[in-house]
């Protein structure tokens, strides 16, 4: 490999690397999740990882980076300038948070792009957010079983006060194990697990996000014995997926597996189309015959979420307009309802927040990675589902924290298993580090 281009093998396969990317970094972060959810270093998990991620890259030299990896470096910057529209501590530290998220994807992103077949097969890597899945159920049991739990962690005790009292801090370093929601006109508060994260809306997304990786592990990397007890772990997982009424989570998975249902009978796979169907099909007589869709029903009804949806997103759009290269920096409170402008999806809060030339990027590179992944092998069509599902997403959900890793996790592995295809797609040619050149990016040492 030399510095400027990447050597091909008859295959299309690179040449091997000097040095091999080792894969536990990746493995710490979802495997040990657990751990660094008790000890308050959640937030700062991917940080933590990327810091041997980039040691390793930058010692073994020849970094390959997709085609159109710049529009999300200008996003980056973008979101960057940005920060001179702050205008309190407070919304400094949500913005350095939110900087440190982004930040430590785009390392992860990049790093499993890198990372060997032989090293970091697929299924391995799907095997680690399964692991993470598989908590997150259990976090969402704890929501259910134990509503009113909650916990100091041991950085949250170390934290200043002053950096504690910001909002999004305080509910990363002392999370609650559910939302519990009293809304006027309804019989009785609404229980909706969170564990482990600090919203219930987070819970849901993750949940949804994950649900194609956990699926195709079952497909492509499971024992037989793992299949049963995989199949068992997401029947049970409806029980805490039900109970937080989160009408998006639904929407979102219904929308990734009617997707790739569409994908397997487009490719002659009926069978395919038939069991994701099927599938659908049970869990809406569950949620019909346990009363979760009438819940559903009478959650909306009460809290008027609907109204307050186009509302916010209304006053999202206008007040954009008057810093519109800039954003203001962060969510600021809204002037009709008692929410915060650019928290109802990440669409809205890259708009509100950033600008309008920030979201252009955001969303051109969240497109360009459902298109250039599209092609995927027909067993790996999941790894495609994610940032498909991303993209239909962030006009309802946040996905800035580890959803994004889990996007970027899917998605990189995806570009390359094209990338290492005999035929690499049009969208996702190799390119130089050259802007005129058509191969993938080398930044060497």
Not at 275 to 296: C, P, S
Request: charged fraction near 10%; glycine fraction near 10%; proline fraction near 7%.
């Amino acid at each position: 490999m030399n510095g400027l281009g990447t050597t091909r093998s008859p295959s299309g396969a690179d040449a091997p690397p000097e040095r091999d990317l080792p894969v536990w970094p990746l493995q710490a972060l979802f495997v040990l999740y657990p751990l660094w959810w008790v000890l308050g270093l959640a937030p700062f998990a991917g940080a933590i990882v990327s810091v041997p991620m980039i040691r390793f890259m930058v010692r073994r030299g020849g970094t390959l980076v997709p085609r159109g990896f710049g529009v999300w470096l200008l996003f980056l910057l973008a979101m960057i300038m940005s920060a001179t529209q702050l205008d309190s501590a407070p919304r400094l530290v949500g913005a350095a948070f939110r900087l440190m998220a982004y930040g430590s994807a785009t390392v992860v992103f990049v790093y499993v792009y890198n990372c060997s077949r032989a090293r970091l097969p697929v299924r391995k890597a799907a095997g680690f957010v399964v692991v993470f899945w598989a908590f997150v159920v259990v976090g969402g049991y704890l929501g259910v079983l134990f509503p009113e739990g909650s916990f100091t962690t041991p950085v949250g005790q170390l934290i200043p006060g002053s950096i504690a009292s910001n909002e999004l801090v305080s509910s990363l370093l002392f999370p609650k194990f559910a939302e519990v929601q009293t809304i006027w006109g309804a019989d009785e508060p609404f229980v909706r697990p969170a564990a482990p994260f600090p919203y219930t809306n987070a819970w849901g997304s993750h949940y949804a996000l994950m649900i194609p990786l956990v699926l195709l592990y079952m497909r492509i990397g499971a024992t037989p014995w793992q299949r049963i007890v995989l199949g068992i772990a997401a029947v049970a997982s409806l029980v805490p997926a039900f109970a937080t009424l989160n009408r998006g989570m639904l929407v979102a998975v219904g929308f990734g597996l009617v997707y790739a249902a569409l994908r397997y009978a487009m490719r002659g796979q009926v069978r395919g189309l038939i069991v994701i169907f099927g599938v659908m099909a049970v869990g809406g007589v569950v949620a019909y015959l346990t009363g979760v869709i009438d819940n559903i029903t009478s959650r909306t009804e009460v809290s008027g979420s609907n109204d307050d949806r186009v509302g916010i997103y209304t006053e999202a759009f206008v007040r954009t307009l008057e810093s519109p290269l800039l954003g203001w920096g962060a969510p600021r409170p809204s002037h009709t309802i008692g929410v915060s402008v650019g928290t109802q999806g990440q669409f809205w809060n890259i708009m509100f927040s950033f600008g309008f030339p920030a979201l252009l990027f955001y969303v051109l590179f969240m497109a360009s990675l459902s298109w250039a992944t599209r092609k995927v092998d027909l067993g790996l069509i999941w790894l495609h589902v994610v940032p498909t599902m991303a993209v239909f997403m962030m006009f309802y959900y946040g996905l800035d924290s580890t959803q994004l890793v889990v996007i970027f996790t899917a998605a990189a592995l995806g570009l390359r298993e094209r990338r290492l295809s005999a035929v690499p797609p049009p969208s996702l040619s190799p390119r130089h580090l050259s802007s005129k050149s058509l191969s993938p990016k080398v930044i060497s040492r």
